[in-house]
T-cell receptor, first 113, second 114 residues
Framework: AQSVTQLGSHVSVSEGALVLLRCNYS??????LFWYVQYPNQGLQLLLK??????LVKGINGFEAEFKKSETSFHLTKPSAHMSDAAEYFC???????????FGTGTRLQVTL | GAGVSQSPRYKVAKRGQDVALRCDPI?????LFWYQQALGQGPEFLTY????????KSGLPSDRFFAERPEGSVSTLKIQRTQQEDSAVYLC????????????FGPGTRLLVL
């Protein structure tokens, strides 16, 4: 079975500050890991994914994430937050034997002036 | 190119009515997924098709939920005798077919059962 835990349902940062959204996964086989962003009344858009190549993954809009097997983590970071980053962020896992995505409960990012 | 489209975008149903939700995947995408997203929650898997074959329906919450993809393209999620607990956003996603492939999501259908 596979699962994802996102610590912190709400995160607030100032514009220009570091963004850190936490994700820990559980999987009995090598995982594929994804970060999606969801803006109000829209579907999910892929930010980045890890598929067993480089452990540091760079995505769109300046986001990146590092796969750490020893910590079973895949935290999302961005050096400098922008107002347009305010949204809901979901971490998800799939495996080679189960294509379906298992999502975390999400983290709402608020960016303040 | 066109992304995943879903219709209707919003649906209000009276308890006990049947509803049908449509998903048009990206052309050429082999895999199609349905997810249910309750308010304030992450999406939860409902069912998965590879072409016209429904390979996994383990997430369907009851036998009132039925999905089909008869020609391996458009898919319909049907909910019979809707209940208030069925109120949610229903998301469709498609992908090229392997587990590591990106799933592209549609905008969702927001279902409200009164």
């Amino acid at each position: 079975a596979q699962s994802v835990t996102q610590l912190g349902s709400h995160v607030s940062v100032s514009e220009g500050a570091l963004v850190l959204l936490r994700c820990n996964y559980s999987s009995s086989v090598p995982p594929y890991l994804f970060w999606y962003v969801q803006y109000p009344n829209q579907g999910l858009q892929l930010l980045l994914k890890y598929t067993s190549a480089a452990t540091l993954v760079k995505g769109i809009n300046g986001f990146e994430a590092e796969f750490k097997k020893s910590e079973t983590s895949f935290h999302l970071t961005k050096p400098s937050a922008h107002m347009s980053d305010a949204a809901e962020y979901f971490c998800a896992v799939s495996t080679g034997t189960a294509s379906k995505l298992t999502f975390g409960t999400g983290t709402r990012l608020q960016v303040t002036l | 190119g066109a992304g995943v489209s879903q219709s209707p975008r919003y649906k209000v149903a009276k308890r006990g009515q049947d509803v049908a939700l449509r998903c048009d995947p990206i052309s050429g995408h082999v895999s199609l997924f349905w997810y249910q997203q309750a308010l304030g929650q992450g999406p939860e898997f409902l069912t998965y098709f590879q072409n016209e074959a429904q390979l996994d329906k383990s997430g369907l919450p009851s036998d009132r939920f039925f999905a089909e993809r008869p020609e391996g393209s458009v898919s319909t999620l049907k909910i019979q005798r809707t209940q208030q607990e069925d109120s949610a956003v229903y998301l469709c996603a498609s992908s090229l077919g392997h587990a590591e492939e990106t799933q592209y999501f549609g905008p969702g259908t927001r279902l409200l059962v009164l």
